[in-house]
């Protein structure tokens, strides 16, 4: 069986948030795939669907936590299932890769991901898949008083994506998608 978790955040205020893709990228995989309706599972804060793809059972979850709570939705599901980590994958944003740009990465800490480092304070381990979602404007930087200074990371990842990000998205969501499916093809 393989746990496959995008992170984000519940509610309409930050549906199309740049945090927020990691859920689209679970609701397009969903989708591709033929996946039920996702259901609120109160038990474990979760929206969650399932079904079976190449004779592996698979369960979709999108944590109802807030990001930086996602470790308790994650450990709860892991502990109920007795899963191994290593059929967990975790789909989320990343703001130190350009936008446009996926990485799989196992085995490593949250890089300041606040969500990430949740599930790996939760379940006491980082030794689990992620796919990296590229946010990172590129060569974008925030001015005040005439001084340049980095983008305000708390505040960047909650803004909407411009419209010529979501063309770029486009794609990415959809690569993001065969990415997953090709890492529960090496589990």
Same mark, same amino acid.
């Given at each position: 069986? *393989?746990? $496959? ?11 199309? !948030?740049?945090?927020?893709?990691? *859920?689209?990228?679970?609701?397009? *995989? ?18 969650? %669907?399932?079904?079976? $793809? ?10 109802? !936590?807030?990001?930086? %709570? ?6 709860? #599901? ?20 350009? $936008?446009?740009?996926?990485?799989? %990465? ?15 304070? =939760? #379940?006491? !381990? ?8 590229? #946010? ?19 505040? *960047?990842?909650?803004?909407?994506? /411009?419209?010529? =990000? =979501? ?16 890492? /529960?093809?090496?589990?």
């Amino acid at each position: 069986m *393989f746990l $496959i978790v995008g992170l984000g955040n519940p509610s309409i205020k930050y549906k199309n !948030t740049r945090h927020n893709i990691g *859920f689209r990228i679970i609701d397009e *995989f969903a989708k591709e795939n033929n996946f039920p309706e996702f259901k609120l599972s109160k038990k474990h804060n979760s929206l969650i %669907s399932e079904s079976i $793809i190449n004779d592996n059972k698979i369960m979709l979850v999108k944590p109802q !936590t807030f990001m930086n %709570s996602s470790g308790k939705a994650i450990k709860s #599901i892991i502990d109920y299932l007795s899963l191994i980590t290593d059929n967990l994958i975790v789909v989320h944003d990343d703001i130190d890769i350009e $936008i446009g740009e996926i990485r799989i %990465s196992e085995n490593r800490g949250s890089a300041g991901h606040k969500g990430v480092q949740s599930i790996i304070d =939760e #379940i006491n !381990t980082k030794d689990f898949a992620r796919v990296r979602v590229g #946010i990172k404007p590129v060569g974008k930087i925030q001015e005040q008083g005439g001084d340049t200074q980095p983008i305000i990371t708390e505040k *960047f990842v909650l803004e909407k994506f /411009t419209q010529d =990000e =979501e063309k770029i998205l486009e794609n990415i969501i959809k690569q993001s998608s065969v990415r997953i499916m090709d890492q /529960t093809k090496m589990g």
